[in-house]
């Protein structure tokens, strides 16, 4: 009775949003309320029918086939409760309930309504006929048969994932609020004044992929025991995308706020980042390339999200042809000023999402080409192309801050001389003293060092003179810096080594000695396996780990769980491999400095990013 | 001026063209590369013996991986039911599953099989490169693979991957 339910109110959800749709464009309600409670009805329905999924996830009925296919008895109840978003159909549900939040969000927050709700209704409409006819999440598996149900995926069950959807999806959903400004701008162009709330909902949507997608790469760190933070794997590239063109977006809608600038440059790219996250969607869910995260294999899916996809660019593009006003194509900008960084900046955000998107979809292309063989493309390309561009554009991201909207010379002129120059001084000595020196790290911490003296400087500036100080853009910058640098040492300088040892034989690791220790057998409701305990001595610390093999008997899955001991300045990594005899195992430990800088980077710019209202001013 | 819009248009419908495409390609039969079996024994359910030299007897046999634990197994039963009365004849692979609870799960939904292997420990699995179950495989002449579906079983699966196949 409750999946019926749920599935009845969804499909009335579908309904309500049709109807605020055509209305909007047919009639054009004079009356924010109008848009309020219709977007209030919908999103309280999608809500319901959400809550209704986990009653059927809590309750273990597996007369329903998603919950079947996607959750165990046995499975602790906070996995139960998270299950629900542990498969194709209901991450999508989860995922309209995050785009239907956004959008009474903005309904509530924002006073022009005229088309703007009506074209995020557009793309919440598409997947919820998605979701209803393709990926219904409610169908029933009948007769009631004498399954236990089969379980969520061992990797998935794990506190990192649970929250990493959640998190990318408020990003991913959070682009369509910029798209329908946009939209509206575009059908009644009134005044650029319009546009300025991109600014605000492009940030936010930026915080939570940022938190979203190194999530996922916590979770891949730790889980996949290959001890990486980054694969390149299309599944992230398609997080990648979005999240760069996001980035162009902020500060494109900077510069139009500012300057009145950029303007067409701003709506193509609401409309690009928008095709970014919905073409992403299509690439993890088509099954069209496989990844460590594809979802269940079905063509028609595919060709329905295909063109959800295609159908938003062509409306997007045609009105954007149709009705920008072009003599804002032309910009004049000095060389030295603000507006040339911000084009910068734009012109290689979106030259490295196009790059990455073009690694992602080549073995399509060239499998299409090639009359069926594959290839794929790895880290190899995707390093070699990306880190060039990347540094550069940090190079920029140093000096930026420091110019001035309209500069027609280098305004701060010997600061920007002391930083650069003490920078490549101090980067010289850091590579050299404490690290295995080589050209990247001296460059990479060279960039580093500079975008933390920059962003030192503006701090001081706007101290000194009293003015209001942004704060989320000043921590927003630092934590890319602290990522970076994370990035750098961690790349350049980790050391592994594969070993097989018996009981109480030790191997040595540069001048650190590791030894296993005991082995003992693991037993949990949802899973049975090995425990090593390997002790690792450096110097007079003696520090302990525990990796483990488990697995996990309803899905006949068995997974590593990388031994881990964390710290600021480097974490020690163990993962099993095979079992060689008794008490002898296969393992590789890996060292590797700095690593956790990257996801307090990451975090740093999650929180600055939802800083984005906020201006300081020193007393 | 007017280059613009048409160049993205251009664009846009060469990349999603190129991705329906793929798509379309992604459900042909071709593209699957044959791979030849290699010789096996093992146990049936009812505890007769089973070597792969019975598989030799016909042109082509139907290997479906299946097991009482597996959603997507009660999934495509009915279908297979479906294909047993058509006449094809099915060889169940009961993977690292039950006997009892495999017995229990033929009784109440019926036997589709005119054969199970018991493969308790995954060994024939193993030997055939399955990952999970279902998966359902087409046999020529009892020593090469010429299909390998992995995943549920229906009526567009069978007609696009299996159906090709067995008509040549």
Redesign the interface.
């Known amino acids: 009775m409750i999946p019926e339910l749920g599935n009845f109110l969804l499909i009335f959800s579908m309904i309500n949003s049709l109807l605020l749709i055509s209305i909007a464009f047919i009639y054009p309600p004079k009356d924010k309320r109008f848009f309020l409670s219709a977007s209030l009805v919908t999103f309280l329905a999608i809500f319901l029918s959400f809550i209704a999924l986990e009653i059927s996830f809590l309750t273990d009925d597996f007369s329903v086939?998603y919950v079947?296919?996607n959750s165990n008895p046995n499975l602790p109840i906070y996995y139960k409760f998270a299950a629900l978003w542990g498969g194709h159909e209901g991450s999508l549900l989860l995922f309209l309930l995050i785009l239907a939040g956004w959008i009474l969000v903005f309904v509530l927050f924002n006073e022009d309504q005229k088309y703007s709700s009506a074209f995020m209704n557009i793309v919440l409409f598409a997947l919820l006929a998605f979701t209803v006819f393709l990926s219904n999440p409610f169908e029933r598996?009948l007769p009631i048969?004498?399954?236990?149900?089969?379980d969520l995926n061992p990797l998935l069950q794990d506190f990192a994932f649970t929250i990493h959807p959640p998190m990318l999806y408020m990003g991913y959903a959070g682009l369509v609020i910029p798209f329908g400004i946009a939209m509206n701008f575009l059908l009644n162009q009134e005044k650029v004044k319009q546009l300025e709330p991109i600014r605000s909902w492009s940030v936010v949507s930026w915080s939570f992929l940022t938190l979203g997608i190194s999530l996922g790469s916590w979770w891949a760190y730790y889980e996949l025991g290959w001890g990486g933070w980054w694969f390149w794997d299309p599944v992230e590239n398609s997080a990648l995308v979005p999240w760069l063109l996001c980035t162009a977006l902020i500060h494109s809608s900077i510069a139009t706020n500012a300057r009145q600038i950029f303007i067409n440059w701003t709506l193509a790219l609401t409309i690009l980042s928008l095709a970014g996250s919905l073409l992403g969607m299509?690439l993890v869910r088509?099954?069209?390339i496989t990844s460590v995260h594809s979802f269940?294999?079905d063509?028609d899916r595919?060709?329905f999200l295909?063109l959800i996809?295609?159908v938003i660019?062509?409306l997007g593009?045609s009105l954007f042809?149709l009705k920008s006003d072009?003599r804002g194509l032309k910009t004049d900008m000095g060389i030295y000023s603000k507006e040339f960084m911000f084009f910068i900046n734009n012109a290689f955000l979106v030259t490295l999402s196009a790059i990455v998107l073009l690694g992602t979809?080549y073995p399509?292309?060239y499998?299409?080409f090639s009359g069926?063989d594959q290839i794929t493309v790895g880290a190899p390309y995707f390093n070699l192309v990306t880190v060039p561009f990347a540094l550069i554009l940090l190079f920029f991201q140093a000096i930026g801050p420091l110019t001035k909207w309209g500069g027609n010379k280098i305004d701060n002129l010997n600061s920007i001389g002391i930083i650069i120059i003490s920078s490549i001084v101090l980067s010289y000595l850091v590579s050299y003293l404490f690290f295995s020196f080589s050209f990247y790290e001296f460059v990479g911490n060279a960039i580093v060092l500079m975008l933390i003296q920059s962003l030192g400087f503006l701090a001081f500036k706007s101290f000194h003179s009293q003015r209001k100080i942004n704060f989320s853009m000043i921590a927003g910058h630092l934590g890319l810096a602290i990522l970076t640098f994370g990035i750098t040492i961690s790349s350049l300088n980790s050391v592994e080594k594969e070993f097989v040892l018996q009981k109480n034989e030790s191997v040595l690791l540069g001048s650190s000695k590791i030894t296993l220790e005991d082995t003992q057998s693991v037993q949990e409701d949802n899973y049975y396996g090995d425990r090593v305990t390997f002790s690792f001595q450096e110097e007079d610390r003696i520090l302990k780990l525990y990796p483990e093999r488990r697995f996990y008997p309803?899905?006949?899955m068995e997974t590593t769980e990388a031994g881990i001991y964390p710290s600021v300045y480097k974490d020690v990594y163990i993962s099993l491999g095979q079992k060689i005899g008794e008490n002898a195992w296969a393992a590789k430990v890996q060292i590797k400095p700095l690593v956790r800088f990257i996801w307090l980077g990451a975090i740093i710019m999650f929180l600055a990013g939802l800083l984005v209202r906020t201006k300081f001013k020193f007393k | 001026m007017k280059i613009y819009p048409l160049l993205t248009i251009l664009l846009a419908i060469s990349l999603f063209g190129l991705l329906f495409f793929q798509l379309f390609l992604n459900s042909d039969a071709q593209g699957f590369n044959q791979k030849s079996l290699a010789p096996f024994k093992s146990k049936l359910l009812n505890g007769d013996s089973f070597t792969s030299e019975e598989l030799k007897n016909d042109s082509l046999s139907l290997l479906n991986v299946w097991a009482t634990w597996c959603v997507g197994c009660r999934l495509e039963h009915s279908y297979l039911m479906e294909l047993e009365k058509k006449g094809i004849s099915i060889i169940g692979i009961n993977y690292k599953d039950d006997k009892e609870k495999a017995f229990k799960w033929l009784d109440q939904f019926g036997d589709p099989y005119i054969k199970n292997i018991f493969d308790d420990q995954g060994e024939v699995g193993f030997m055939l490169g399955v990952s999970g179950a279902p998966e359902t495989f087409l046999i020529k002449n009892g020593d090469s693979i010429v299909m390998h579906h992995v995943g549920v079983l229906d009526k567009k699966v069978w007609k696009n991957k299996f159906a090709p196949l067995i008509k040549k």
């Open positions: 086939l079947a296919t598996l048969s004498s399954l236990s149900g089969s299509f088509s099954g069209i269940a294999l063509p595919g060709i295909l996809c295609f660019v062509i593009f042809f072009r979809i399509i292309i499998e299409i069926g309803a899905s006949r």
